[in-house]
T-cell receptor, first 115, second 114 residues
Framework: AQSVTQLGSHVSVSEGALVLLRCNYS??????LFWYVQYPNQGLQLLLK??????LVKGINGFEAEFKKSETSFHLTKPSAHMSDAAEYFC?????????????FGSGTRLQVQP | DAGVIQSPRHEVTEMGQEVTLRCKPI?????LFWYRQTMMRGLELLIY????????DSGMPEDRFSAKMPNASFSTLKIQPSEPRDSAVYFC????????????FGQGTRLTVV
């Protein structure tokens, strides 16, 4: 079975500062990894995904994440935070044994951006 | 494509009443998921369909919950009878048979049981 751990339920940064949201995964087979963002009263929107191609993945809104197998990590970063980045961020993992495609989500990290 | 469409967006009902949540997946997607989001438990997978067939319903809380997918373009999640602890946001998501397993989410149904 696969699982995801997100370290830090709340992260606060200043506008223009580096954003780093941490995600560690556990999977017995090579995983697919995802970051989703959720704005208030909205559904989840895909930011980026890792599917065993390049280990550094670039997503929307200037976010990127690096897959590190040795550390079982998939941390999300953005060089310069913007006020509009304030939201909740979810890391998710899936594997692809026959038939199973469901994502397992972490507990989420709420990002606050201070002016 | 309009994306995953859920209805209603908000539902307030009294304890003991039947509640039906509806979902239209993205056309061409063959996997459909129902998730529940609460402050205490986060995002939980309730049930997952592949080609209209339930593959994994181990997340369904109890017999009061049931889900159906009569065709590729429609699914329902029913709670009967509803209880206050069922109050949550229920998301439907779908994914394509091709490529990676990313899921596309609807806007959710916020259910309040009083």
């Amino acid at each position: 079975a696969q699982s995801v751990t997100q370290l830090g339920s709340h992260v606060s940064v200043s506008e223009g500062a580096l954003v780093l949201l941490r995600c560690n995964y556990s999977s017995s087979v090579p995983p697919y990894l995802f970051w989703y963002v959720q704005y208030p009263n909205q559904g989840l929107q895909l930011l980026l995904k890792y599917t065993s191609a390049a280990t550094l993945v670039k997503g929307i809104n200037g976010f990127e994440a690096e897959f590190k197998k040795s550390e079982t990590s998939f941390h999300l970063t953005k060089p310069s935070a913007h006020m509009s980045d304030a939201a909740e961020y979810f890391c998710a993992v899936s594997v692809k044994p026959a038939g199973r495609r469901a994502l397992t989500f972490g507990s989420g990290t709420r990002l606050q951006v201070q002016p | 494509d309009a994306g995953v469409i859920q209805s209603p967006r908000h539902e307030v009902t009294e304890m003991g009443q039947e509640v039906t949540l509806r979902c239209k997946p993205i056309s061409g997607h063959n996997s459909l998921f129902w998730y529940r989001q609460t402050m205490m438990r986060g995002l939980e997978l309730l049930i997952y369909f592949n080609n209209n067939v339930p593959i994994d319903d181990s997340g369904m809380p109890e017999d009061r919950f049931s889900a159906k997918m009569p065709n590729a373009s429609f699914s329902t999640l029913k709670i009967q009878p509803s209880e206050p602890r069922d109050s949550a946001v229920y998301f439907c998501a779908s994914s394509s048979p091709r490529g990676s397993t990313e899921a596309f989410f609807g806007q959710g149904t916020r259910l309040t049981v009083v």
